[in-house]
């Protein structure tokens, strides 16, 4: 039962263009949301995150969207660049049980 | 700043073998985990600690084992290595303040 869902394995967009990350949730309880990115053979690197609380977070060229009753967040890279290249993974946490729950992850290609 | 710090990067076992990977983090962070990430799939907890001399299960823990005598190191116990442990081994690292783990570069592990 995967309690964070990212529906698609890869996307592919121009460099200059949007780049947008779909993750979906099951379990109500989450309150704490994450985006890692991971480039091959190297461990994932923290990106950005969002509380419950929150609906939007900013931080330079990434978003994160979170829409609550949908149990849905989006991550949106703008302008995508071709080092944003990597496997973005979403992560979902609840404040009574630290443990991380992973999407399967999304396999981002930024053309030149 | 070393951050996160797993040895080795590559290792190849034999079925039956046993091995230890190693895990040290330089940040005096309480909470570790250690996951496998399988081909095209996300990330699994093996085991997690949050704190020295507490461990726990996390959703794959048959055939591995852990301990964690120093806030510093958590190593991963292989004992008799089978062909299904055939992943790359992350480990990683949380402070008490906050979400967010750091991760290390990860352990390559191939069982023939």
Known sequence: ?112 | NAGVTQTPKFRILKIGQSMTLQCAQDMNHNYMYWYRQDPGMGLKLIYYSVGAGITDKGEVPNGYNVSRSTTEDFPLRLELAAPSQTSVYFCASEGAGGYGYTFGSGTRLTVV
């Open chain 1, 1 to 112: 039962d995967q309690q964070v869902k990212q529906n698609s394995p890869s996307l592919s967009v121009q460099e200059g263009r949007i780049s947008i990350l779909n993750c979906d949730y099951t379990n109500s309880m989450f309150d704490y949301f994450l985006w890692y990115k991971k480039y091959p053979a190297e461990g994932p690197t923290f990106l950005i995150s969002i509380s419950s609380i929150k609906d939007k977070n900013e931080d330079g060229r990434f978003t994160v969207f979170l829409n609550k009753s949908a149990k849905h967040l989006s991550l949106h890279i703008v302008p995508s660049q071709p080092g944003d290249s990597a496997v973005y993974f979403c992560a979902a946490s609840s404040f009574h049980n630290r443990k991380l729950i992973w999407g399967l992850g999304t396999s981002l290609a930024v053309n030149p």
